[in-house]
């Protein structure tokens, strides 16, 4: 085993190892304290108290739900900047987000009662939209497709902020999306997740070194062969897609997109073949923990899992790139 | 010489009129009340008022109640009860009003709630006398309408208001006085994040008063947004969940958490008219209603009366009917005449004869017949209703007899 693959073991099984911890933990906090003996009998069916069996499969959902969620956003965020060779470039940077609410609130105000799908349509239809005017000789221009992104957000927002204002029915439906919340999923939830996120790594776990030539900027890429164009589409769509399904599902959340790639690439350095699972993974643990906190902190009031991303998140990434430019 | 003397006589001219403008801004001046509003701001309004801008349903309602609505030049594109109120120009949202519109309406006094941005609010603020009512308990909704009503010169009408809706919150309570074990009533304002109501929200006091205990009884503010978790862990008796501006779909009760809990199978989940619940005027009464008839269904088709010894006045449901014919006490018993049984058991009975100076016969619409011994007579108003299978409440601080019948 060389270094490399030694180092990057280490720092795999360090970041799992983190990862079911936080999952375990956040099993067994919330309005009612769940022992794992409790959670363990519970899964293997042998409770017959009925509301605790309720309780385990909720927490279940909303724990792992939050888990994936934050991985993906987390990934996608990572291959996002790569793709564009920016570091403030996250999840929502082709205006998924302004999207999901834009069709969210569309449809709530047109009288339909599960958004869902309206969110869904609308974030695809952002996207869409975005590599559209980011065309360019047949591939994507990471200029035009920024720029695109950035109008297409604002104008969906201005629109959502435009309906909630005209509106005169429910604002706590419209305000939903922007909050960032886990309190309804469900257990399909967490399969959807699941297939999605697995799908989503392994595509990218397997075009690894194709993202690492494109670090090289796109005059190397192409001279070693790879079809830049082609690729950031396939790429984008593929992350816009995943994005579009968790924004839709549960809301804005905003900065684990952007700060928890930046944290895995400080941890593992910039080869994907490393760098990809433990944004993946970092992505989860960021939020699964925010999640709790947010659930937890003043019960049985629960607080937007957002705010505590970012003063979670925050500090951790200035500790960390201080101690990085420290070392240097 | 000439010009001294016009210099003169325009001079006792220039004196004269500021000796006018300085009486009539005193006399005007000095007519001008303070009012301390929800927030604890000392507001001076000079009065008469005669122009006035709403930016709150609720005041809008208040103002209507109270029969001023010729002084309201504005109100929001939310007010939309009662009928009159499409007819006064609006003056944009209640958070994102207009304002220039509220300039050139010229207002006299702005009624607003604290959904107003401070930003827009501060520079109006030395312009206009600006109320902010914002009451944090049902009972602040009574000053408060008493408050809009010496401002508007309609102090008799809001005692009237306050009136009937004494004559029911009264009764209720009244009822529920008996009541060892309260209910938990979870109030719902949003499913999806679970939103419900505070202790420091005006609509929990609303919860307690009709018979109920607020779900939430923490300090947790007045709009919480709570986890799911707390719902199965501490199950609500009742749940009421709003049809009107803030609908929801009740699909929601087919959906986890909602779906498995005992109060949603044992169909304790009842509707309400949240611009009845949610607005702190005086419908309110009728919101608090809905609270009571979803803890006791049987109020649903129960009259309520309340009968004011002192005042000697009749009220049906919060409708001022009739004065009390003849109400006397005898032996420490309430005795009415003929007239006000009446206008009781009108629902029940057929027919009332009097027999002799001491028995009337009530014959009921199902046939039956009961006798009742008088006094002087009158009718010993407890047996009557005891007689029907109604409920009768003494409340001796304010000498007033509540009645529950069907």
């Known amino acids: 085993m060389n270094y490399l693959n030694k180092s990057k073991f280490i720092i795999i099984s360090v970041l799992s190892i983190l990862a079911g911890l936080a999952i375990f933990i956040s099993l067994q906090l919330g309005a009612i304290y769940l022992s794992p003996l409790t959670l363990l009998s519970s899964v293997l069916g042998k409770i017959s108290e009925s509301s605790i069996d309720l309780l385990v499969s909720m927490r279940l959902a909303r724990v792992l739900s939050a888990f994936l969620a934050g991985c993906i956003l987390s990934l996608s965020g990572l291959l996002y900047q790569t793709v564009f060779q920016n570091p403030l470039v996250d999840a929502y940077v082709l205006g998924v987000a302004s999207g999901a609410v834009f069709g969210g609130m569309l449809s709530l105000r047109l009288g339909i009662m599960n958004p869902w799908p309206g969110a869904f349509a609308g974030a695809v239809m952002a996207t869409t939209l975005t590599l559209i005017l980011g065309k360019q000789n047949g591939g994507l221009s990471i200029l035009k497709t920024l720029l695109g992104g950035v109008v297409v957000g604002s104008v969906l927002s201005a629109a959502s902020t435009f309906l909630l204002i005209t509106w005169k029915g429910p604002l706590y439906g419209g305000i939903f999306w922007s909050m960032g919340n886990f309190s309804n999923a469900s257990s399909r939830d967490i399969i959807e997740l699941l297939i999605t996120s697995i ?28 079809k830049v164009g082609n690729f950031r589409l ?29 944290v895995a690439r400080l941890i593992a350095g910039p080869l994907h073949n490393i760098l990809i699972p433990s944004a993946f993974l970092f992505g989860g643990i960021l939020l699964v923990t925010s999640e709790t906190i947010a659930r937890t902190i003043f019960i049985p009031k629960e607080i937007p899992v957002g705010i505590i991303t970012v003063l979670l998140g925050g500090p951790f990434f200035l500790y960390l790139l201080g101690r990085k430019v420290g070392r240097k | 010489m000439v010009s001294k003397v016009v210099q003169a ?49 609720s005041a809008t309602e208040i103002i209507f109640a109270l029969g001023a609505q010729k002084k309201l030049v504005g109100r929001t594109d939310f007010c939309d009860y009662p009928e009159g109120v499409k007819s006064i120009p609006s003056i944009g949202g209640v958070s994102n009003p207009s304002p220039d519109k509220i300039i050139s309406l010229r207002p006299n006094v702005i009624f607003t709630s604290t959904m107003f941005p401070k930003a827009m609010a501060e520079p109006l603020m030395k312009a206009y006398p600006l109320i902010v009512l914002e009451p944090n308990h049902m009972m602040v909704v009574y000053d408060n309408i008493f408050t809009v009503g010496k401002l508007l010169q309609k102090q008799t009408e809001a005692d009237d208001i306050i009136a009937s809706m004494d004559a029911l919150r009264r009764p209720i309570e009244a009822y529920f006085q008996s009541y060892l074990h309260k209910p938990t009533v979870l109030i719902l304002v949003w499913h999806d994040p679970l939103i419900t109501v505070g202790p420091t929200s005006f609509i929990a006091s609303v919860v307690e008063k009709g018979g109920g205990k607020n779900y939430i009884q923490k300090d947790i503010g007045a709009y919480p947004m709570i986890s799911p978790e707390s719902l199965i862990l501490n199950e609500p008796d009742i749940i009421l969940y709003p049809t009107k501006s803030m609908g929801i779909d009740p699909a929601f009760l087919n959906q986890t958490p909602f779906k498995d809990l005992k109060v949603v199978k044992n169909r304790k989940v009842y509707p309400f008219d949240d611009d ?8 309110v009464i009728q919101g608090m209603l809905e609270v009571s008839k979803a803890i006791d269904p049987s109020l649903k088709t129960t009259s309520i ?11 049906k449901d919060g409708n001022r009917l009739s004065n009390i014919q003849k109400l006397k006490n005898l032996n420490g018993r309430i005795h009415v005449g003929q007239e006000t049984i009446i206008t009781i058991t009108k629902n029940q009975v057929n027919q009332i004869k009097i027999v002799n100076q001491s028995t ?4 009921l619409n ?41």
């Open chain 1, 199 to 226: 799908i989503f790594l392994l595509i990218f776990l397997f075009l690894h070194r194709s993202l690492d030539i494109l670090l090289l900027g796109e005059e190397e890429a192409v001279s070693l062969g790879l």
């Open chain 1, 234 to 262: 396939i790429i984008l769509t593929i992350s816009a897609l995943a994005v579009s399904y968790v924004s839709s599902r549960f809301g804005l959340l905003g900065f684990v997109g952007l700060i928890a790639p930046h």
């Open chain 2, 9 to 57: 006589k325009v001079r006792h001219l220039l004196a004269l009129l500021l000796l006018v403008s300085l009486f009539i801004s005193t006399t005007y001046g000095s007519i001008s009340v303070k009012i301390i509003d929800d927030i604890g701001r000392s507001v001076e309004v000079k009065l008469p008022v005669e122009r006035v801008i709403s930016i709150q349903p």
């Open chain 2, 276 to 283: 009845l619940l949610f607005r702190p005027g005086p419908r």
């Open chain 2, 305 to 315: 009366y309340a009968l004011s010894t002192v005042k000697q006045i009749v009220f």
């Open chain 2, 360 to 363: 009337a016969s009530i014959l």
């Open chain 2, 366 to 406: 199902d046939g039956n017949m009961l006798s009742i011994p008088l006094k002087e007579g009158l009718f010993p108003l407890r047996l009557v209703v005891d007689a029907l299978k109604g409920k009768i409440f003494w409340n001796n601080q304010h000498k007033e007899v509540y009645i529950f019948i069907k």
